[in-house]
């Protein structure tokens, strides 16, 4: 269950559409109105992670989770899991938010109001349908100027440090077609060409993201403060 969950933002910055996800999936601390006592939940490098940035995080989960009518003892150790998982999130944006100040990549103004009107376009949303979304989730237009940028230079990271030193040759491709031929369908390769060389990126990519974080976290000093 924990994990369909966090899969639903997973990794965000390696997603095409990701900045859909922040349109409509975008929470502020304090949203219950309720007063916090602010304090650090975790360290990476010399940069913090508040109780509010996890809460902020974790508040698109909270009506899943009440819908979900758990036990008392089964909604703790939902919520322990799931903590648990949205620190290792928060932390891992925070390497790479460091690694884009690191590199000094730069977005500029038009680059990000381009991906608005993709999103606009792809929700079929007017410029006021947009605002009155992100005020609904408590949310500025200029707040969401920044998130925007803030993904956009994080999937510039990845293309420079991830997607760019990826090749997928004709030999790969020949190898996976002819270890899978009879699972698709037995059809030309010429046919499959295509599909199976995004296969092949695809699952490349994950694997070395993964590899770049776990690098990344091995260099990095981070604390965990339960």
Known sequence: M?????ETIGRSFLKGLIIIWICFGVAVAGAEKSEVIERIVAVVNDEVIT??????????????IREMNYPLEKEMQVRFKLREDIIGQLIEKRLTDQQVDK????IGEAEVSRAIERVKSLNQLTDEDLRAQ??????DY?????EIRTQLQRNRLVGY???SKIVITDEDI???YDENKEALGNKPLETLRTFISDELYQDAVGKKFTQWLSDLKKEAHIKVIQ
């Open 51 to 64: 109780l509010s940035d996890l809460n902020a995080a974790l508040a698109p989960y909270e009506p899943k």
């Open 142 to 146: 200029d707040a969401y100027r920044r």
């Open 174 to 176: 020949q190898a996976y």
């Open 2 to 6: 924990i994990t369909s969950m966090i």
């Open 161 to 163: 440090e991830v997607k």
């Open 103 to 106: 590199k000094d990549i730069k």
């Open 134 to 139: 992100l005020k609904s989730q408590g949310m």
